[in-house]
């Protein structure tokens, strides 16, 4: 792995546990990404591949994705020559995708709550409050694309100020599917003579902008939820090119937010963390040394394998790895699906029920949210594995000073 390569997953990893801590959210998190987002420089589009709109081969299935060149920053400009994008929130997604559409030439807006912590990223991040940067409600009002960036919990909170500036002729944009699909949970029911369309990056705000930036782009998907105006489709699929998306391939609102969710409770996230706690008890309960553990379970994953997995695929990683690793691999792997694949199982069904998005909502809409999070992520922080994985990753010889 390059040495840049190495660099911005560190980079996105401080940044990935920024996020997990309510707080640092808005100190270390939103640092690393002001300091990727400015000065506000010109993508390195010169470096991308001139490749367009294709049908490909996904395993034996047909599929259709759209690239960036197939809308570059003049169709982009007569697309939404007459639209005024209006962010609402500036999390991670909505910081990047606003800077990110304001760099691709887009007239953009934010709306915030005045005078907040994000309010102060903003102008910071050079939004000029009364031009660029007003109250949720005025941005609203100015918007002609209504960018909803809002936790989910937000918007369902917001959704009864919300909804009284979506007029007709306007457009809803999400990115996730979680509040219009669990409607009866969020009470978000857009109007019926507005457009709803849908782009979600496979990604955190972060790597988001980073990426845009790097001259690659993020891959996102793109739905409609609502066509109205009979451009819905091409005017989603523009705009998540507009965001800072490398390529785009169209599903639904139903199953980015069942896909989106599945991943993030399974191997993106919530397995990930309990297989490697699992695996490091084990061996540290027949003796092994905390260091020997950290780095067998968790150190050689990420800086190792998972990186060979990521550039041509698991078959790949396998073939170069030892003989003796490559069969107890091929070996065990079938009983791990075993053993899993229930579970997945049961998780899938949680979400589609609606079991999942009603817990998220009912926890992240409890007035003592953060401290709940907060004291589950420092009980992560804190336990035996992830404090030897400070010390494993100080001696990394990048960060050795």
């Known amino acids: 792995m390059s040495a840049v390569s190495v660099s911005r997953i560190n980079k996105l990893a401080t940044v990935a546990r920024s996020i997990n801590n309510s707080r640092a959210l808005s100190t270390a998190a939103r640092k690393i990404s002001r300091q990727i987002s400015r000065p506000f420089a010109t993508p390195a589009i010169a470096a ?56 691709n030439g887009l007239k953009v807006i934010v709306g915030l709550r005045k005078d907040g912590h994000s309010w102060k990223q903003a102008v910071a991040d050079g939004w000029v409050p009364g031009k660029t940067l007003f109250s949720m409600e005025e941005a609203a009002e100015k918007g002609t694309i209504i960018m909803n960036l809002l936790s989910d919990a937000g918007q369902k909170d917001t959704w009864a100020t919300l909804k009284n500036y979506l007029t007709k002729g306007k457009t809803l944009y999400f990115s996730h599917g979680f509040s219009v699909v669990f409607h009866e949970q969020t009470t978000v029911v857009p109007p019926k003579d507005i457009d709803v369309i849908l782009a979600a990056p496979k990604g955190s705000g972060a790597t988001v902008r980073s990426l845009f930036l790097e001259g690659r782009g993020i891959n996102s998907s793109v739905a409609v939820w609502q066509d109205v105006s009979g451009s819905a489709r091409e005017r989603a699929f523009a705009l998540g090119v507009g965001i800072g998306s490398g390529y785009v391939y169209e599903t639904t609102f139903e199953k980015e937010v ?6 993030e409770r399974g191997v993106l996230m919530g397995a990930i963390q309990g297989m490697f706690k699992a695996q490091y008890e084990v061996l540290r309960s027949k003796g092994h040394s905390p260091s020997e553990a950290f780095n067998e379970t968790v150190e050689e994953a990420t800086q190792s394998l998972y990186p060979l997995i990521g550039a041509r695929g698991m078959d790949w990683m396998y073939a170069n790895c030892s003989t003796t690793a490559r ?56 336990s035996e594995m992830w404090r030897a994985g400070v010390t494993v990753r100080s001696l990394r010889p990048e960060n050795v000073k």
Do not use: C, H
């Not at 792997?333 to 998005?357: H, I």
């Open 258 to 263: 069942y896909s989106d969710l599945t991943g």
């Open 48 to 103: 991308v591949q001139n490749r367009g709109v294709k049908t490909l081969n996904f395993g034996g299935t047909q599929e259709t994705v759209w690239e960036r060149s197939d809308f570059p920053k003049e169709k982009l400009a007569q697309i939404f020559k007459n639209d005024t994008l209006a962010v609402i929130g500036y999390g991670t997604q909505g910081m990047a995708q606003s800077l990110n559409a304001r760099d």
């Open 327 to 382: 069969r107890g691999a091929l070996d065990w792997a079938p009983q791990f699906y075993e053993a899993t694949k229930p579970v997945f199982q049961r998780l899938y069904a949680s979400v589609e029920n609606g079991s999942e998005t009603r817990r998220t909502l009912e926890e992240n809409s409890r007035p003592d949210y953060r401290e709940r999070l907060e004291a589950e992520l420092k009980e992560i922080a804190d």
